[in-house]
């Protein structure tokens, strides 16, 4: 009777080491640059904003900068959900870019000691809603940055509710100091 032939081999690439151990796949991040979640307390260290107008309830991951993946659950509970519309509540589309906004300001001030600063939008671009937003539902935003020079950022985000797409755009914002 033949027994078990271990057998090892690694395969490296620019982002993962892919080991093969007795047919077992292990794959291993070597992205220096990921960080994961951050929870709301993290969040409010990073940007000024705060309930009600806090629109990102965790971060799941931001990578060296560059993108993040964020998430806002909507309840009923919703401040806004009384007058947009108390018959049939819909997340208002603007504050579904401000979500983006918010996880693009995220992204770049994250890890850096930038609590003195502050985003302002400079621009709205290509946006377009898709879907429907309602209590219940959980809003994912994933956001890139485009362009990050001196103090001015664009970025294209995108929200999905159950992978289908709800609203994308591309947006800017300045970093400036608070006063």
Not at 107 to 133: A, E, P, Q, S, Y
């Amino acid at each position: 009777m033949m027994g078990l032939i271990p057998f090892f081999f690694a395969l490296k690439s620019c982002n993962f080491h892919i080991l093969f151990n007795y047919g077992i796949i292990i794959v291993k991040s070597k992205k220096v640059g990921v960080t994961r979640m951050l929870e709301n307390k993290d969040i409010r260290e990073v940007i000024p904003h705060r309930y009600p107008f806090l629109m990102i309830d965790r971060v799941l991951e931001i990578d060296d900068n560059k993108k993040a993946v964020g998430i806002k659950n909507i309840s009923a509970n919703e401040p806004y959900f009384q007058g947009h519309f108390p018959d049939n509540p819909i997340v208002p589309g603007v504050l579904i870019v401000e979500a983006m906004a918010q996880l693009g300001g995220i992204t770049v001030m994250h890890g850096k000691k930038n609590n003195d600063m502050i985003g302002l939008f400079t621009g709205i671009n290509k946006c377009k809603f898709k879907r429907v937003v309602k209590p219940g539902d959980q809003l994912k935003i994933e956001v890139e940055i485009l362009s990050s020079k001196l103090n001015l950022v664009k970025a294209k985000g995108i929200a999905t509710v159950d992978g289908e797409l709800a609203a994308e755009a591309e947006i800017s914002f300045m970093l400036v100091e608070k006063n």
